[in-house]
C-alpha cells in the first residue's frame, strides 16, 4: 500500500533551519515525482517544491527560492526539505504528496493523488 509520512516539524526561531523528511513506502521514487505544500491556519494550501521522478526537475515557489532545498534518497526512499532562514510565514503544515510519472521530468501541484498527513511548523520568537 502506497503510503507517505512526514516528520521534521517543530517550533523554531526566526532565522533558524529545518530538514522535514518525507519517508515513501509501497513504490518507488523512480516512478513518482514528489511535491511539497504547505497550509497556514486560514490561508489556502500552496505548491511549495517539487522533485520530478526523473529528479531533473526542481521548482520551488518564489518566496522560498534560496532558502529552501529539496532532495533525496533513493536508498531509504526519502524525500527531504532543507528549510532555512525560516521566516514568520513559512508557519504552516508542510504535506508531501505523490504523482504518478514514471522516469519523467514532469512536477506539478494540482490533480495529485497520494498525500501523507502532514507535520507542523511553526517560526516564532
Known amino acids: 500500500q502506497l503510503q507517505l509520512v512526514e516528520s521534521g516539524g517543530d517550533l523554531v526561531q526566526p532565522g533558524g533551519s529545518l530538514r522535514l523528511s518525507c519517508v515513501i513506502s509501497?513504490?518507488?521514487?523512480?516512478?513518482?515525482?514528489i511535491a511539497w505544500f504547505r497550509q497556514a491556519p486560514g490561508k489556502e494550501r500552496e505548491g511549495v517544491s517539487c522533485?520530478?521522478?526523473?529528479?531533473?526537475?526542481?521548482l520551488y515557489t518564489d518566496s522560498v527560492k534560496g532558502r529552501f532545498t529539496v532532495s533525496r534518497d533513493h536508498a531509504k526512499n526519502t524525500v527531504y526539505l532543507q528549510m532555512n532562514s525560516l521566516k514568520p510565514e513559512d508557519t504552516a503544515t508542510y504535506y508531501c504528496?505523490?504523482?504518478?510519472?514514471?522516469?519523467?521530468?514532469?512536477?506539478?501541484?494540482?490533480?495529485?493523488?497520494?498525500w501523507g498527513k502532514g507535520t507542523p511548523v511553526t517560526v516564532s520568537s
Open positions: 504528496a505523490a504523482d504518478w510519472t514514471p522516469y519523467g521530468d514532469r512536477c506539478k501541484y494540482h490533480d495529485i493523488e497520494y
Open positions: 522533485i520530478s521522478s526523473s529528479g531533473r526537475t526542481i
Open positions: 509501497g513504490f518507488t521514487l523512480d516512478y513518482y515525482a
